[in-house]
């Protein structure tokens, strides 16, 4: 599959926007492997090959263990994730899938409890910004397969 455009080129602004709000999860103080597995979840729901190959890596980079992402589907039926991580995804799928059922109020009040206010606001924006990414590798075709995480120290 042949990329269709590179948003770096044809819109750098709107790419250092992205990247601005990407920083920001980053260092908004919720746990490494709780983004990626919001990343992951939120990635397989809205089928981005892309960005799945490049959280995959990132998180076997930071420890993350293969069960719990092969499992990451079924995430409801495993006893490996814990209660704020439950939370997180059931978080990610509701606004993953906002159109469905705009995310009920019963849903809020289940997760509610794992976040402080701060954590959820940070939380929502961690999953606008991987729909957002997953929209654009999706849309423009971004090639798969060649990323690699970076090295630390």
């Known amino acids: 599959m042949q990329p269709r455009l ?3 080129e044809s819109s750098a602004g709107a790419y250092k926007a992205m990247l601005a709000l990407e920083t920001y999860v980053r260092g908004s103080g919720l746990e490494k492997p709780l983004l990626e597995l919001v990343k992951m979840r939120a990635s397989q729901i ?4 892309y960005c799945l190959d490049m959280h ?3 998180a076997r980079a930071a420890g993350e263990t293969e069960q719990r992402l092969y499992c990451l589907p079924a995430w409801r039926e495993c006893p490996f994730y814990s209660d704020r991580e439950r939370a997180a ?3 990610t799928e ?3 899938l906002i159109a469905q059922d705009h995310v009920p109020d019963s849903v809020f009040e289940s997760v509610r409890p794992q976040f402080t206010e701060k954590e959820l606001a940070d939380l929502t924006l961690a999953v606008v910004a991987i729909n957002g990414w997953n929209r654009i590798a999706t849309s ?3 090639p798969t397969g060649s990323y690699q ?3 630390h120290g």
């Open 6 to 8: 590179s948003l770096t």
């Open 140 to 142: 423009f075709r971004l």
């Open 56 to 58: 995959s890596k990132d």
């Open 46 to 49: 809205n089928g981005c090959a």
């Open 149 to 151: 995480p970076p090295k």
């Open 94 to 96: 509701a606004l993953t």
């Open 89 to 91: 995804l059931q978080w």
